[in-house]
């Protein structure tokens, strides 16, 4: 069974600071991909970075970086140079080999303090 | 097309109404998804169609809840009979199915539809 494990509930993080938001996954496929995505108090999703189970480097998207340690299954988020209006939910999430089904963890919301 | 639209952003209805759902996935987009999601949880999946074709219904989903996509475009979710247990956000996102000219796994999402089931 698939299953996405997000343990820290809630985060603080300064301005200007970086932050780890800790994603673990358990799957059994040889061939996944894990996602991070913010949602704001608006509600959308929105799409952060990706990395395929096969990917030998890390995803970079601009502030955000996926350290993926595939041995330990884990895919944290790294948030560079934090601003405000990172302040959100954020959820990692997994999908097996063909896409066709995501799992989601319950989340990390995190508060950017000015 | 710039992104999912779904209809209606809210609905409250009365316990044992039905009611559906609309979602307009962005255009070149293969794959719709269905997802439900409760406060202070994460989605959780429902259902997902490759084309007109449902591919795979969660066990969450039950005889309750019907979703279409009848000519591969948008698709409708309905919940018959509401129990105040439905009450959640129902959010569709759409995708390229791995294979298609840009092949990608991600998923983007609508606003989602907000249901209260009084």
């Known amino acids: 069974a698939q299953k996405i494990t997000q343990t820290q509930p809630g985060m603080f993080v300064q301005e200007k600071e970086a932050v780890t938001l800790d994603c673990t996954y358990d799957t059994s496929d040889p061939s996944y991909g894990l996602f991070w995505y913010k949602q704001p108090s608006s509600g959308e999703m929105i799409f952060l970075i990706y990395q395929g189970s096969y990917d030998q480097q890390n995803a970079t998207e601009g502030r955000y970086s996926l350290n993926f340690q595939k041995a330990r299954k884990s895919a944290n988020l790294v948030i560079s140079a934090s601003q405000l209006g990172d302040s959100a939910m954020y959820f990692c999430?997994?999908?097996?080999?063909?896409?066709?089904?995501?799992?989601f963890g319950t989340g990390t919301s995190l508060t950017v303090i000015p | 097309d710039t992104g999912v639209s779904q209809d209606p952003r809210h609905k409250i209805t009365k316990r044992g109404q039905n009611v559906t759902f609309r979602c307009d996935p962005i255009s070149e987009h293969n794959r719709l998804y269905w997802y439900r999601q409760t406060l202070g949880q994460g989605p959780e999946f429902l259902t997902y169609f490759q084309n007109e074709a449902q591919l795979e219904k969660s066990r969450l989903l039950s005889d309750r809840f019907s979703a279409e996509r009848p000519k591969g475009s948008f698709s409708t979710l309905e919940i018959q009979r509401t129990e105040q247990g439905d009450s959640a956000m129902y959010l569709c996102a759409s995708s390229l199915a791995p294979g298609g000219v840009v092949p990608s796994y991600e998923q983007y999402f609508g606003p989602g539809t907000r249901l209260t089931v009084t």
């Open positions: 999430a997994m999908s097996r080999n063909t896409g066709n089904q995501f799992y």
